[in-house]
């Protein structure tokens, strides 16, 4: 490996990061009570058009509260992707609810909103919205659905911090919404995660959660279980001195995304995210190209091409259907989302961090041009 490898991403620390931080290291504020954290949640859920905003560890954490705090359990089904993280099932599972999987749309890379309805039952409990890669979900109609069978909606915008949908913020949509600030996303705290919502029982049953349940009048008296997903107060300086570059990084997000459309919409042998639909104007939260079939290859050959050429890359979900830890307790493996097996085994992505120069991405789409002649 050359020492000028382009890693997949890199976050840009670039605006008051070390101020703030040291803000907290100068007051003595570097736990979960200092007033970072709570100016972070105010300015974050302002932005995205919430009342109120619970600051977690990481996106994971943000989704296992959401789902518990809706109070998801035994006996119900929440209807989900089969093609995202992790992340997404963890407490679903864990509370002893069944996931229910929808397959993707081939040109969104998004859950298959068509697929919904015919998966609702008696038991459904939960529609989790995911947005995928940069584009949201078409996210009305699954909100009509929601309204007609009495559904709650979790929407997952770890990926679309700064998206919009039909204008209106991405994280405004659901009873719950989730964000990550892992560094690869818009925004980071180095690990972090937000839940918002309008909801004030939600809130604080949320705040309550990530607390493990202390009581304000008997402390160490619980009546429920809950976690410590606390965020510090010196993850949160770091997000708020990111928050105020948010509008700065989708506008290079956006950017970066037409270099590369630009520069490999012609190539015949890949599919390029979709640059805009009726809804929104693609954000890129990283460049996926999804190998067509007659590519006569896969994501794994080319990445390993590209490894050698001194670019780093990601392949693209793995679909939670098929995921090994399932084999044995569930039989989801037998059932077939072609899409998204195809995306997973076709699918990668290039790299995408905000700091990415306009000269590295010409680089990179030369050495991908080079595999392919
Ligand atoms: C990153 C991500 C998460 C998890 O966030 P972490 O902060 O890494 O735990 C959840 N959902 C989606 C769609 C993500 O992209």
């Given at each position: 490996m050359n020492n000028r490898f382009i890693p997949v991403n890199t976050p840009l620390l670039s605006g008051n990061e070390k101020k703030y931080i040291n803000e907290c290291i100068d007051t003595g504020w570097i736990s979960s009570e200092g007033p970072f954290v709570e100016r972070f949640e105010a300015d974050l859920s302002r932005i995205v058009n919430r009342k109120y905003g619970v600051a977690v560890s990481s996106g994971t954490?943000?989704?296992?509260?959401?789902?518990?705090?809706?109070?998801?359990?035994?006996?119900?089904?929440?209807?989900?992707?089969?093609?995202?993280?992790?992340?997404?099932?963890?407490?679903?599972?864990?509370?002893?609810?069944?996931?229910?999987?929808?397959?993707?749309?081939?040109?969104?890379?998004?859950?298959?909103?068509?697929?919904?309805?015919?998966?609702?039952?008696?038991?459904?409990?939960?529609?989790?919205?995911?947005?995928?890669?940069?584009?949201?979900?078409?996210?009305?109609?699954?909100?009509?659905?929601?309204?007609?069978?009495?559904?709650?909606?979790i929407e997952d915008a770890a990926e679309m911090i700064g998206q919009t949908y039909k204008g209106k913020p991405c994280g405004s949509y659901g009873d719950v919404s989730i964000f990550s600030f892992y560094p690869n996303k818009h925004i980071t705290t180095g690990e972090g995660g937000m839940v918002v919502t309008n909801n004030n029982e939600l809130a604080k049953k949320c705040q309550s959660l990530r607390n493990l349940c202390f009581q304000k009048k008997q402390r160490f008296v619980h009546k429920e279980l809950g976690w410590n997903y606390r965020m510090t107060n010196l993850q949160a300086a770091l997000g708020l001195a990111q928050l105020e570059q948010l509008d700065k990084f989708v506008e290079k997000k956006r950017k970066m995304g037409k270099f590369y459309t630009d520069s490999l919409k012609e190539m015949k042998q890949i599919q390029v995210p979709l640059e805009e639909t009726s809804y929104a104007k693609n954000i890129y939260w990283v460049f996926g190209i999804v190998l067509k079939n007659n590519a006569k290859n896969n994501a794994k050959k080319i990445m390993g091409q590209l490894q050698e050429l001194g670019i780093g890359t990601r392949p693209f979900f793995y679909p939670l259907h098929l995921q090994p830890y399932f084999k044995n307790k569930f039989a989801f493996y037998r059932d077939s989302y072609p899409v998204s097996e195809n995306m997973s085994q076709m699918g990668f992505y290039l790299p995408s961090g905000l700091n990415l120069s306009s000269l590295q991405i010409e680089n990179i789409c030369n050495h991908l041009k080079s595999i392919f002649i």
């Amino acid at each position: 490996m050359n020492n000028r490898f382009i890693p997949v991403n890199t976050p840009l620390l670039s605006g008051n990061e070390k101020k703030y931080i040291n803000e907290c290291i100068d007051t003595g504020w570097i736990s979960s009570e200092g007033p970072f954290v709570e100016r972070f949640e105010a300015d974050l859920s302002r932005i995205v058009n919430r009342k109120y905003g619970v600051a977690v560890s990481s996106g994971t954490a943000a989704l296992d509260i959401a789902v518990e705090a809706l109070g998801i359990g035994k006996g119900d089904e929440v209807i989900l992707p089969t093609f995202t993280i992790i992340s997404c099932i963890h407490q679903i599972i864990r509370s002893g609810a069944t996931p229910v999987f929808v397959d993707s749309e081939p040109i969104t890379w998004n859950m298959d909103i068509s697929q919904i309805e015919d998966k609702i039952t008696k038991r459904t409990k939960a529609i989790m919205v995911v947005h995928i890669y940069g584009l949201p979900v078409d996210i009305d109609p699954v909100l009509k659905l929601a309204r007609k069978y009495k559904l709650k909606i979790i929407e997952d915008a770890a990926e679309m911090i700064g998206q919009t949908y039909k204008g209106k913020p991405c994280g405004s949509y659901g009873d719950v919404s989730i964000f990550s600030f892992y560094p690869n996303k818009h925004i980071t705290t180095g690990e972090g995660g937000m839940v918002v919502t309008n909801n004030n029982e939600l809130a604080k049953k949320c705040q309550s959660l990530r607390n493990l349940c202390f009581q304000k009048k008997q402390r160490f008296v619980h009546k429920e279980l809950g976690w410590n997903y606390r965020m510090t107060n010196l993850q949160a300086a770091l997000g708020l001195a990111q928050l105020e570059q948010l509008d700065k990084f989708v506008e290079k997000k956006r950017k970066m995304g037409k270099f590369y459309t630009d520069s490999l919409k012609e190539m015949k042998q890949i599919q390029v995210p979709l640059e805009e639909t009726s809804y929104a104007k693609n954000i890129y939260w990283v460049f996926g190209i999804v190998l067509k079939n007659n590519a006569k290859n896969n994501a794994k050959k080319i990445m390993g091409q590209l490894q050698e050429l001194g670019i780093g890359t990601r392949p693209f979900f793995y679909p939670l259907h098929l995921q090994p830890y399932f084999k044995n307790k569930f039989a989801f493996y037998r059932d077939s989302y072609p899409v998204s097996e195809n995306m997973s085994q076709m699918g990668f992505y290039l790299p995408s961090g905000l700091n990415l120069s306009s000269l590295q991405i010409e680089n990179i789409c030369n050495h991908l041009k080079s595999i392919f002649i």
